[in-house]
């Protein structure tokens, strides 16, 4: 998953990592892009600060979201991704879960 041209998905171990980068390569070919595009995807990831707790869920492939749809909807489910206070919370209760 690419967010502005930054790379968000899992990181294996190296030797894997290097026999995909050759894969990935022949399958997602580079894409052209203006000079003006080059320099705003730049400036927009000079400025980009993720959460290491965000970061760090990104790297284990799971994301801790809360479902935020009303009740009686059908078909549809809404949410956001947890950061910040609220995830480091139910970091903590998910903790106190599997020790107990």
């Not at 967010?3 to 998905?9: H, Q």
């Not at 997602?28 to 003006?36: G, Q, V």
């Given at each position: ?12 171990k190296k030797g894997a990592k290097d026999a ?14 203006s000079r003006h595009v080059i320099f705003k ?38 949410g956001y991704v947890l950061e910040g206070e ?15």
């Amino acid at each position: 998953m690419k967010k502005f041209g930054v790379d968000l998905r899992k990181k294996g171990k190296k030797g894997a990592k290097d026999a995909k980068d050759g894969k990935e390569a022949k399958e997602e070919p580079e894409e052209k892009k203006s000079r003006h595009v080059i320099f705003k995807l730049k400036a927009r990831e000079a400025k980009q600060k993720l959460d290491p707790a965000v970061e760090e869920q990104f790297q284990s492939g799971r994301l801790l979201a809360s479902i935020a749809s009303r009740p009686g909807q059908s078909g549809r489910c809404d949410g956001y991704v947890l950061e910040g206070e609220e995830l480091t919370f139910y970091k903590k209760k998910l903790e106190k879960k599997k020790k107990a």
